[in-house]
């Protein structure tokens, strides 16, 4: 079913009396289509990786920083670091649902759970 919108209604009322033409915008309006579904797509993964992968992060980087099972120094750095760790991979994972390159300084907003934990594991 095509939509039809304000500004189209002009060009669609005259009929095309070139069916080549016919078919070329038809294929046009569903590749826009697609396109439109691979970005829904794609914004949907991308949520659900920030969601789930960032939310381990700033699980682990919290008990971190608030020491809540009473580790020693050794395993609250441990934890830290796979906070740290977490939030990488989370931040790689977003951009290559994106199709970026993993390996873009916007890779860094990833340690940003791992940065704000940092004062309490060092004090």
């Given amino acids: 079913m095509r939509r039809h919108h304000v500004k189209d209604r002009a060009v669609e009322e005259q009929p095309l009396a070139d069916p080549q033409r016919a078919q070329d915008l038809e ?8 396109q439109s579904l691979d970005l829904v797509q ?21 008990l971190t920083a608030l020491n809540a099972l ?39 907003l990833g340690l940003i759970p791992m940065a704000v934990a940092a004062y309490w594991v060092w004090t």
């Fill in 42 to 62: 794609r914004i949907v993964a991308s949520v659900l990786a920030l969601v789930v992968g960032g939310g381990i992060a700033v699980l682990l980087s919290t």
């Fill in 70 to 108: 009473d580790f020693d120094a050794g395993s609250r750095i441990g934890l830290w670091v796979m906070g740290g760790v977490a939030g990488i991979l989370t931040a790689a994972a977003v951009l290559v649902i994106n199709r970026r390159h993993p390996y873009s300084p916007l890779l860094v």
């Fill in 27 to 34: 294929r046009a309006e569903q590749e826009k289509d697609e």
